[in-house]
């Protein structure tokens, strides 16, 4: 790193609180612990030029789970447990919109769909079966006691799908570009230190401090640790985190695009959206689990080929398109849904596990991140 006298003491030198990751839970933790230690020198250290996990990867989705993801969940989760997802999810959506404003964020509520191929007209069947129960349990949690689920008539033209469509009042839209946009400068304001290409390699702990490694050549000292990485959370951590690459495309612009709206199909393992009168479409990795259980960004022909099918086969059968971009983002997922925030080490703590709901919690798993850094 070839780091002068100058540097190393104005940016690494008695650093009360080091945070790995600068995507949403990072800096959510950065500004709550601002909150509680006006004075406090807070540096958040990132490895890429931008937020590299998922926060600035995502498709955006301002949800809470879809129905069948929902009944997926009891599978392994209690009623109450179940339950407790949601309420976090929710409040953590509601968090976000306080925090940054539904402006800075370009939140839409367009509301979401849930889509049925064929070839899943039995999961359809147990969906609708299932709709009034749900409904009753998710009762509580949202404004007026409404319905969150109800049944549509796939008023968008798609193609091969049953045309009952479930439709979540309840779900909107973000722009991740602009959410982390408005973090940063937030963190800015509060004088917050982000430093980028910084990756810890590694950490190690003692009574007295906690010394980190620094793109494998420098090693500092710093008071404690917050591990914010959640898809590279592997790399530093051992506990049930791994990565889960997701690979998303988005089309050009097209003309008189009326879809609009929020769009999940197979049990959530694809989901598309309208942005910019483009369609922004992901998943794909129940395909090939093991190749994307990865934290290296990257696409593969298998995906983007299905991906691709997709759109022309079933959300844009008459309609041309052309690819503008592709990419991938790294989820931290496990055999739970419920993340992990705990101290690890002594002076060091982790906020990962987010399941692929990151915009939804994020913003709270920071807050949680900080409260427990700060209650030793």
């Given at each position: ?133 749900i409904n ?30 479930i439709f979540?009042?309840?779900e909107g ?204």
């Open positions: 790193m070839n780091l002068s006298y100058w540097e190393r003491k104005t940016w690494l030198t008695e650093i009360d609180f080091a945070i790995i990751g600068s995507g949403i839970v990072g800096l959510n933790c950065a500004l709550s612990l601002r909150k509680e230690f006006p004075k406090a020198k807070i540096v958040v250290f990132e490895k890429g030029i931008l937020p590299s996990g998922a926060s600035t990867k995502n498709a955006g989705f301002a949800c809470f789970g879809s129905l069948s993801e929902l009944l997926e969940d009891f599978k392994t989760h209690s009623e109450q447990e179940v339950i407790q997802l949601v309420k976090e999810r929710v409040d953590g959506l509601q968090m976000l919109k306080t925090t940054l404003g539904v402006d800075q964020i370009a939140h839409k509520s367009l509301g979401g769909y849930e889509l049925f191929t064929k070839e899943n007209t039995l999961l359809m069947e147990e969906c609708l079966d299932k709709l009034p129960y009753g349990l998710l009762k509580p949690i949202f404004p007026k006691n409404s319905a969150v689920f109800s049944v549509k008539k796939d008023p968008f033209g798609f193609q091969n799908i049953n045309e009952n469509l979540n009042q309840f839209q973000i722009d991740t570009g602009k959410m982390m946009l408005g973090l940063l400068q937030k963190v800015s304001e509060k004088k917050i230190l982000v430093l980028n290409s910084v990756e810890v390699t590694s950490i190690t702990s003692n009574e007295k401090h906690v010394e980190m490694e620094l793109n494998k050549t420098e090693k500092i000292s710093v008071k404690k640790v917050c591990i914010a990485t959640n898809g590279f959370a592997k790399k530093l951590l051992k506990e049930d985190v791994t990565p889960a690459r997701a690979q998303v495309l988005v089309t050009k612009p097209i003309k008189n695009l009326k879809i609009k709206g929020t769009f999940h199909l197979d049990k959530g393992y694809y989901y598309f959206r309208n942005i910019d009168n483009r369609i922004l479409l992901g998943g794909g990795r129940n395909l090939d689990f093991k190749t994307e259980e990865t934290s290296e960004l990257g696409l593969t022909e298998l995906i983007q080929n299905k991906l691709e099918h997709i759109l022309k086969d079933t959300i844009l059968p008459h309609t041309p398109f052309e690819i503008d971009q592709r990419w991938s983002g790294i989820m931290g997922v496990g055999g739970q849904k419920k993340p992990i925030i705990k101290e690890i080490q002594t002076n060091i703590y982790c906020g990962v596990r987010l399941g692929g709901m990151g915009v939804a919690i994020g913003s709270s798993i920071g807050k949680q991140l900080a409260a427990i850094t700060t209650n030793k």
